[in-house]
Nanobody
């Protein structure tokens, strides 16, 4: 069974940092695009950042310059380094991957930015 498991969420103060991790299993993710999306209740799921197998990245305008996505193909893992966090970054962050043309989602990890 293909699984994506996120970790690293938590409660931080504005201006703080967090590093999210997502580990894939049950498939070969080396050639898959992977990424992060976020969602708050009552709103649609928003693109945060994606990274292709070759390392090309794409970030949403709201996080550009603050968040960095990276990956380690040997570990089937994608990371999201979040710096200078703002209250509006509060959301459930979901890992995304598309191996063999099939889309998979993780269960999400909560990020709360509050003073």
């Amino acid at each position: 069974q293909v699984q994506l498991v996120e970790s690293g969420g938590g409660l931080v103060q504005p201006g703080g940092s967090l590093r999210l991790s997502c580990v894939g299993s049950g498939s070969d993710f080396r050639f898959a695009t992977m990424g992060w999306y976020r969602q708050v209740p009552g709103k649609w799921r928003e693109l945060v950042a994606t990274i292709r197998s070759g390392g090309t990245t794409n970030c949403g305008d709201s996080v550009k310059g603050r968040f960095t996505i990276s990956r380690d193909n040997a570990k089937n893992t994608v990371y999201l380094q979040m710096n200078n966090l703002k209250p509006e970054d509060t959301a459930v962050y979901y890992c995304h991957a598309q191996p063999a043309g099939i889309v998979y989602w993780g269960q999400g990890t909560q990020v709360t930015v509050s003073s």
